[in-house]
């Protein structure tokens, strides 16, 4: 009941931006189409709009968080048709700052320390503002530019009240829409709990920063800005400031006179290396988080920004991508619809050559173009939800892979319309697999385990003396299990008989009372005799108990 206001609230608003679908699938708020009238109109004329972009703008007013569960459900595409995650994908998450002087005061509050020790400056007018935080620039006693990144005050009350709200709008449509096992309304909406969860700890923030620093330490092709630790607290992040032009920038990098073709290959290269060589990638790689450096262009770079949401995949799942990656590039169906089996992304029961017919079905049709004009993204989110009807078992770590791909491809089609994402993804790719699995690298995997080795071999005689004890108690157990079961059984098929002869003897008592008294037809003996049969089917009941 407590959510019934705020339930009301997006209901009023789904409906001034006549997304009445939405509002019918909830049954609970079908009559507030009555007042539609009544409700208002928007500032801008949505008749025309297609359903995404009506979407899209009834999220920008409904506020910030419902703002960043439309970007999580952009990333949905094996959920949501296309049309409407293209349009969620371009919510910008621009809100109106909140005072400098609450920024300086929390900064101060979580280091611990005066301002004026900590920074030479502090701007209080912010660079930038989003739901979540704002960013200030500063300056270092040094002399060094830096920025510092707050969270907003009490913002993790509010993103509780509003997750609340938000759960509670998903728990009705997970009860009521039609396709709701399809959309899953409840793991979108865990989603955006565990991606707030992130973005509210900077501290962590930092610690993703650093690492994909040292991941390309070298800063040839990605620069990461420096994390300034001794200014990082859970609600302040303090990082280099750095400056260059957003990768949909188009003219701005023409005017640097930079190569966009090799830019973009460079693009792609970055996002396989991040994934396959460090297995730490950028999962938030939209153009506002991707910048370019202007003043590097014999060799050009990118600079990335924003380190909220990174992915990591398991191991075991890496190895089972790329293999993937590689079939898909020599058109080997069979070979990816083994993997998806040996990966255990599939049940064994699914027949082979059938999860082979379909994925050829989704490919051959890509493959009658020119390779420059095939999308790699769009063609694994047709095979994403292909295997959905082979129950697929897809990890979050696969989606936000996903997502990531369409967000690199897309840069990189931008950059280079003509770009031929197969020839530059597959030798670096190789090249990757070649590195990772060599005999050279193998034997160092096993020299760094061999202390550890040595350590436990002492222990090895009584780890084996326990292990077959373990499996001597375990056979006595399986005997003894087999022999309850067996009794189980014996039981059950007695009750069954019982509650059998019961019901068959009260059916049999009961005709034999209707015929003796209605019957005038039958001779005596027939009552008698199935009264008699009754009694007997009583009898051998009560003896099976």
């Known amino acids: ?98 005072p400098g002087e609450e920024a300086r005061a929390i900064v101060q509050r979580e280091l611990k320390q005066p301002i004026e020790q900590l920074y030479a400056s502090f701007d209080n007018v912010p660079l930038a503002s989003a739901s979540i935080a704002q960013v200030h620039a500063a300056t270092l006693y040094d002399g060094r530019a830096v920025v510092v990144k707050v969270l907003r005050p009490r913002i993790d009350e509010r993103i509780d009240r509003d997750v609340r709200l938000i759960r509670s709008l998903g728990e009705l449509a997970q009860r009521w829409h039609p396709n709701a096992d399809k959309i899953r309304p409840l793991d979108v909406v865990s989603e955006v709990e565990k991606m707030l969860e992130h973005e509210l700890d900077l501290q962590r923030e930092g610690a993703n920063a650093s690492l994909l620093r040292r991941n390309f330490i070298s800063g040839v092709d990605m620069y990461v800005p420096e994390v300034h630790w001794e200014l990082t607290a859970a609600r302040v992040l303090t990082l280099e400031r750095v400056s260059g032009v957003s990768c949909d920038d188009i003219a701005a990098i023409d005017a640097a006179g930079i190569d966009r073709k090799q830019l973009a290959a ?15 990638f950028h999962a938030d790689a939209h153009p506002g988080n991707i910048w370019v450096d202007p003043t590097r262009v014999s060799e050009p770079r990118f600079i990335a920004l924003d380190f909220g949401i990174m992915g990591s995949l398991p191991e075991a799942d890496q190895y089972w991508l790329a293999q993937n990656f590689i079939a898909l590039f020599e058109r080997d169906y069979a070979r990816i619809a083994k993997l998806h089996i040996d990966a255990g992304w599939m049940p064994p029961s699914i027949r082979l050559d059938e999860l082979e017919a379909a994925v050829r079905t989704v490919c051959e049709p890509y493959f009658t173009r020119p390779l420059s004009q095939i999308s790699l993204a769009e ?40 770009i031929d994402i197969w020839a530059v993804a597959h030798p670096v790719l190789k090249r990757i697999l070649r590195e990772r699995y060599s005999p050279l690298r193998t034997f160092r995997e096993i020299r760094k385990r061999v202390p550890e080795w040595f350590h436990n071999a002492p222990l090895l005689p009584e780890l084996v003396r326990d292990a077959l004890r373990q499996v001597a108690i375990g056979e006595q157990r399986i005997l003894a299990d087999a022999e309850e079961l ?59 108990r």
Request: with cysteine.
């Open 1 to 98: 009941m407590r959510a019934v206001p705020g339930l009301l609230r997006i209901a009023v608003v789904l409906l001034r931006y006549r997304l009445d679908e939405v509002v019918d699938a909830t049954h609970l708020f079908r009559p507030l189409k009555l007042v539609r009238p009544f409700l208002g109109r928007p500032a801008v004329d949505v008749r025309p709009l297609s359903r995404g972009a009506r979407l899209r703008l009834a999220l920008n007013e409904l506020g910030p968080i419902f703002v960043k569960a439309g970007q999580v459900l952009s990333t949905r595409r094996d959920l949501v048709p296309g049309d409407i995650a293209d349009e969620l994908s371009l919510l910008q998450d621009q809100v109106p700052p909140f």
């Open 266 to 280: 460079k693009g792609v290269r970055l996002f396989y290396e991040q994934v396959f060589r460090d297995n730490f």
């Open 379 to 418: 063609l694994v989110v047709k095979l994403f939800q292909t295997a959905r009807r082979f129950e697929l078992t897809l990890q979050p770590q696969l989606i936000l892979l996903q997502k990531t791909l369409l967000n690199i491809e897309g840069v990189g089609r931008m950059l280079d319309p003509d």
């Open 486 to 544: 067996s009794h189980q059984r014996h039981l059950v098929r007695r009750l069954l008989s019982m509650i059998g002869g019961g019901l068959l003897g009260a059916t049999l008592i009961m005709s034999a009372t209707l015929m003796f008294t209605f019957g005038t037809q039958h001779s005596i003996w027939v009552p008698i005799c199935v009264g008699a049969a009754g009694l007997l089917s009583f009898a051998w009941g009560w003896w099976r």
